[in-house]
């Protein structure tokens, strides 16, 4: 479709969608290849070992902290990064990939989210192998550390930390988008204007706080807005158990071109189910290890493992809101020719959260469910909002470590959550996924390059649990190569000595 270039923002958006598909169709072959290499290196152990997964999961539940409030448990930095993934994707972008590539992109998702979850272990892994402790004594960690101490290039790691705080900066805006976009349609307002407004403030309020109020905060409300969402979903199947099996026969049918995907074919499909796959778990990007590396764990592989599992609970709450929108869309659009259907106009608002607030009235909740869904999205704007403001600082600290550059990035951060609330919604998509796919790109080749360390902590963990050790614990000792190595016992002042491959 070619754009009204008398309308800016609609030809704006049709050029950041041309470099978004670019981008991803790169993104897409690389980030594949290497999630089968990783499956296969680790021998699927993040899956098969799914019992010592949820032993750890549910241990990190009640454990605290043994350094005392101010520190970051597992559990805190689950729930934060799980406030990073479970977002405005999980609806709004699951809501979009069913309208540009169909049905079907819903089982490529599944597949390409259990690939990913090796791409999460590694990249998480790594992130406390190579976290740092600070002069006051915090943890910082992610891509740009294990560049830094890993692969030993400080200037291409302040590039990493420049990518990271960028991507921040559209993902806070993205969810600020989408959070306005479902309060201005629930309550008929002309202009985003004040309740843009209204959402930056609330986020600076959050924000002045530090990372570790961001951690605590995500820690209480995470939880219960992912549990009171699959609640509502699980009421409307329910109720609509006779449309489950339409819902099933729609995904597969399409997902194996037994019909034809409306709008750009198998090739739309496939890439839609990717970037949505990426964007809702963030695995591969590089922006879950920055928070999970602040968790105290006594092994790097408990945090991997954890971190894994967190993606298969991301799908869960993708595959929810697929099933809400498809009981919908199948009576309402049976051929998903949506583009056929639709004025350009109509097509553009359909898009994201309006489709899912439109499927839920369709349910029990009635002309209450965009007040309802306006809540949840809200919710879950702000969890994400959060969890990368955390991302921007950790990356902050890593270039400089003066508190006014921080504050400066922090006001620019609130300036960039207000633009983004008016911006036009496709336009505000495309710049997220571009920054992400380059940013994902760069991420999952370092991380390919430093995975044979990840492998041998891997063996290491699962050796002493053979061996009868309860909570394994890692020395730096551990890797034939401890260079960069600073945070775990046995590390020697001299760490950074090639050892001999055996």
Known sequence: MVPDVTNPGEAFAFITSSGS???????????????????????????????????????????????????????????????????????AGVAMAIVMGGPGTIFWMWVFVLLLTAVSFVENTLGQIYKEKMKNGDIRGGPAYYVKNGLGKPKLAHL??????????????????????CIT????????LIVGLIITAFAGIVFVGGVKRVVKISAKIVPIAILTYLLIVLIVIITNITAVGGVFESIFTYAFGIQEVAGGGVAAMFIWAMRRSVFSTDAGVGVIPNVSSLAE????????????FGTIIDVIVCTASAFVILIYTNRVFP????????????????????LVSDALSA???????????????????????????????????????????????????????????????????NITDIVQGVLCICNVVVILLLSRHVFTALRDYFGQKKNGVTEPEFIAETLTNTKGVTCWSGNVPDAGQEKQEK
């Open 335 to 354: 051929g998903y020719n949506f583009s056929e259907v639709l004025s350009p106009a109509e097509l553009e608002q359909i898009k994201g959260a309006p």
């Open 363 to 429: 349910t029990f909740l009635g002309n209450a469910a965009p007040f309802v869904l306006s809540v949840l999205m809200v919710v879950f704007a702000f969890g994400t909002m959060i969890a990368h403001y955390a991302n921007c600082e950790t990356n902050v600290r890593q270039i400089t470590q003066k508190p006014v550059v921080l504050k400066i990035f922090t006001v620019l951060l609130l300036i960039a959550v207000f633009v983004f609330t008016q911006l036009n919604m496709g336009a505000a998509w």
């Open 297 to 308: 764990a006594s092994h790097p592989v408990k945090i991997g493992l954890i971190q894994a």
């Open 21 to 91: 598909e670019g981008i991803w169709s790169a993104a897409l072959v690389l980030v594949i290849c290497v999630s089968i290499y990783f499956t296969i290196r680790i021998r699927g152990l993040h899956l098969l070992k799914i019992k010592e997964t949820l032993r750890l999961f549910g241990s990190n539940i009640k454990e605290r902290s043994k350094s005392g409030s101010d520190s970051i448990s597992a559990f805190r930095a689950f729930c934060t990064t799980m406030g990073n993934r479970v977002g405005i994707g999980n609806i």
């Open 160 to 181: 990493m930390s420049a990518l990271l705080i960028i991507l921040a900066f559209a993902y806070s805006g993205m969810q600020a988008n989408q959070a306005c976009a």
């Open 185 to 192: 349609d629930a309550f008929s307002l002309e202009s985003p």
